[in-house]
């Protein structure tokens, strides 16, 4: 069985950075393509960034192009994304997600079949 664990979220003030990792456990992480959603109270399921599999590429949303980067780490099964610059509109439930697809998506996260648990980043003075 496929899990997925998130960590690393926070309170950060504007500017910072946080760092949010992904385990996977019960299936190898470079076989599927992987993504990060979040939502925050009262909007949409926002996609940010994915990967597609076998270290494919990597796409991102315009809302956090050139801040966030999104990696994997095979030896340790393990998905990440580097959040730099963050802002207040940043603050939301962090998701990552997997399907075991060749390309991934951000237009909807109906297309992956596991998700974490989520995390919560906080972003304010």
């Known amino acids: 069985q496929v899990q997925l664990v998130e960590s690393g979220g926070g309170l950060v003030q504007p500017g910072g950075s946080l760092r949010l990792s992904c385990a996977t456990s019960?299936?190898?992480?470079?076989?599927?393509?992987a993504a990060w959603f979040r939502q925050a109270p009262g909007k949409e399921r926002e996609g940010l960034s994915c990967?597609?599999?076998?270290?494919?590429?990597?796409y991102y949303a315009d809302s956090v192009k050139g801040r966030f980067t999104i990696s994997r780490d095979s030896a340790k099964n393990t998905l990440y994304l580097q959040m730099n610059g963050l802002k207040p509109d940043d603050t939301a439930v962090y998701y990552c997600?997997?399907?075991?697809?060749?390309?991934?998506?951000?237009?909807?996260?109906?297309?992956?079949?596991?998700w974490g648990q989520g995390t919560q980043v906080t972003v304010s003075s």
């Open positions: 997600v997997l399907n075991w697809a060749r390309f991934c998506g951000l237009a909807t996260s109906r297309q992956y079949d596991y």
């Open positions: 019960g299936s190898t992480l470079d076989y599927g393509a």
């Open positions: 990967m597609d599999s076998n270290h494919g590429g990597k």
